[in-house]
Structure formats: structure tokens, C-alpha cells
């Protein structure tokens, strides 16, 4: 695809300095880029990769621009974003269509108009799938769930009974939502009972989750993943908890039941949450922190095991450096008393 440098800055919004008459036809990373390349810089100390690159166009703010440099900049505030936005108008998303006859859907399932659905797929009964919906093969979408609109189901990924997902949500491959939630009680006898599942997974609209993620059933009521929340890869929500509006959760963290994480969190890779933790608006954790206790002060951010704010954390690791240096000096005084 060939796109003329006029015709991304109106999409981006973005003051062109330089020509733009001039065609482009990829867009690439600032270290790699060539000629007719169109890349991105946002921070001042990739300026000597901005300055090495043949790439003919650069997406920056005002603060970056080098006009020594012989290159075409499109100048916004927010290089990343407009990069974004300059990705998905080189590379389209193509439409799916599928074999027709090689899946199964239930007498009592809906399926609204334009859905597509591939190969080995399963929709059970009194399910429905809203307009211009994308089941792929090997989907399996159990009894009583609702789908909405521009959902983007990969394959593999199984929507057992009564989970509700809202409209313009993409749930990738070997995700598994609405497992049972890991509940079990002891007996007399010492031995564990499960405790039924009875709940559902409710996700709202906007929603991104990521390959093999399992987001558990409610013991009773729903787990909730709020509006616009993006989880990555390989992340365990425990049953009965909640996740905020647009927060977002990188790989390997574990929730557990009955959490409520508030809105706009910010979470690493591998962070761990206790029982029944609530945090407030806009806490940023980050990666492989244990969270015990509940994060009560709205953009605290948090780091550690057990997790504590970025400044106590640093404050007590500079004492632990100087308890050691004391230590050692403690150790060379005892020596020199007892005269060794």
C-alpha cells in the first residue's frame, strides 16, 4: 500500500514540515526504517537512532523536529499513538469469511446477520451472537451466553455458560472464560468439597483479552470486567472479583477471588494479588509486586513483596545498603578489640 504524506497527516492530525506530496509504503522501527519508510520518535534519547535512520518520514512532537536532518516530519503530541493510528491505515483489517456448514450451532442459538463462524466451532443452546461477529474455528461458546456486536472471538478460545460479553471485544486464542472459580471447603474428614460455581463472567464493551487467559465464573453473582480493560497474555482472574474501567494488566498476574480493582490501574507482568484486595483509581504496580492488603490512595504507585509505595520501598533498600556497611564495620571493631 502506497499513501501520500498529505494524506496521513490529515489522519493524524499531525503539521507537516517537509513534502508532503512525498508516497510512502511502509511503516517500520526508527533502527530499521528505509527509504519511503515512515517511523516514530517520542523520546530524546533515541535521537541518535532519529539521526542514523534512512527512513524518509518521522512521526515526533515539536520538541524533537531536526530540521538539519533531510527528512519529512509530521509533527504531533503524541508520536505513539498517531504511530498507532499510521499502522492500521497501512495494514487494514482484512474481511474474514469462512466455509459455511462445518460448525454447529444449537436449534435454540441466535446468530444475527454478518457472523461469521469457521470450521469446528460450537454455539450452544439459547446462546446469541451479535452483528458482524467473528467466531473462529475450534471456538466454543457454551449454553446461555450472550455475545455482542464486532466481537472478535480467535480460536481455541471457549466462552463457557452464561457469560455475557459486551460489543467491540476481541478475546485471543486458549482463553477460557467462565471456568469454575477455585472454591472448595474442607470437611470433617479433612478431605476438600468443591462449593458450586453458580455465577457467570460479565465483559463489558471494549475489552481485550489475551491469549490463554481464564477468567473464573462467580461462586455466586458475576466477575466483572469493566468497560475498555486490556489484559495480556496468560493472566488468572479468581472468581467473584472486578476489574476497573480502562485499566490495563501485563502477563502472568494472578487475581484473586473476590478482588476489586478499581479503574484506570496501571499493573506489571507477575504481580500477585491476595483475597479480597481492593485498590483505588489510577495505582500503578509494578512488575512481580505482592499485593496483600488493599491500595486505598488513589495513583499510589506500588512496588515489592509485600507491595509498598515506590519511595518507601527505595528509602528502606538504602538503609538495608547502609545496615550492611554497618555490619562490616561493627565486625572489623570487634576484631581489632579482642586484637585479631
Avoid at 515526533?60 to 527528512?71: F, G, P
Avoid at 499513538?81 to 491505515?89: G, H, Y
Avoid at 474455528?137 to 478460545?157: D, E, F, M
Amino acid at each position: 500500500m502506497k499513501i501520500k504524506v498529505k494524506e496521513l497527516a490529515k489522519l493524524i492530525q499531525a503539521e507537516v514540515i517537509g513534502d508532503d506530496h512525498l508516497v510512502l509504503h511502509a511503516p517500520n522501527r526508527i533502527e530499521y526504517a528505509q527509504e519511503g519508510e515512515v517511523t516514530f520518535l517520542r523520546d530524546a534519547k533515541y535521537q541518535s537512532a532519529m539521526s542514523e535512520s534512512k527512513a524518509s518520514a518521522i512521526i515526533t512532537t515539536s520538541a524533537l523536529v531536526n530540521r538539519s536532518l533531510d527528512v519529512t516530519w509530521l509533527v504531533v503530541e503524541d508520536p505513539y499513538l498517531a504511530f498507532a493510528w499510521v499502522l492500521e491505515a497501512f495494514y487494514p483489517k482484512k474481511e474474514v469469511k469462512f466455509r459455511q456448514h462445518q460448525f454447529t450451532i444449537e436449534p435454540s442459538a441466535q446468530i444475527a446477520e454478518n457472523v461469521q463462524i469457521g470450521a469446528g466451532a460450537y454455539v450452544g443452546q439459547d446462546s446469541s451472537v451479535g452483528s458482524n461477529t467473528i467466531v473462529y474455528p475450534q471456538v466454543y461458546i457454551g449454553n446461555r451466553v450472550k455475545i455482542g456486536t464486532h466481537v472478535i472471538l480467535y480460536p481455541g478460545a471457549k466462552i463457557l455458560d452464561d457469560t455475557i460479553i459486551g460489543n467491540n471485544c476481541i478475546v485471543h486464542a486458549g482463553a477460557v472464560i467462565g471456568a469454575d472459580g477455585f472454591g472448595f471447603v474442607v470437611d470433617p474428614a479433612g478431605m476438600y468439597q468443591k462449593i458450586p460455581q453458580m455465577g457467570n463472567v460479565i465483559i463489558e464493551d471494549e475489552v481485550e483479552i489475551g491469549a490463554n487467559t481464564c477468567i473464573d465464573r462467580a461462586t455466586l453473582g458475576s466477575t466483572i470486567v469493566k468497560q475498555g480493560v486490556k489484559l495480556d497474555n496468560l493472566i488468572q482472574v479468581g472468581h467473584n472479583s472486578q476489574i476497573g474501567e480502562h485499566t490495563v494488566i501485563a502477563a502472568q498476574t494472578g487475581i484473586a477471588g473476590s478482588c476489586q480493582i478499581g479503574p484506570q490501574n496501571m499493573i506489571g507482568g507477575q504481580v500477585g494479588f491476595a483475597p479480597y484486595v481492593i485498590t483505588e483509581k489510577g495505582v500503578k504496580i509494578n512488575a512481580q509486586s505482592g499485593v496483600s492488603k488493599s491500595i486505598l490512595k488513589e495513583k499510589a504507585s506500588m512496588t515489592g513483596t509485600p507491595a509498598l509505595p515506590y519511595m518507601t520501598f527505595n528509602r528502606r533498600q538504602v538503609l538495608i545498603n547502609k545496615l550492611e556497611g554497618e555490619i562490616k564495620n561493627i565486625k572489623e571493631e570487634l576484631k581489632a578489640i579482642k586484637g585479631e
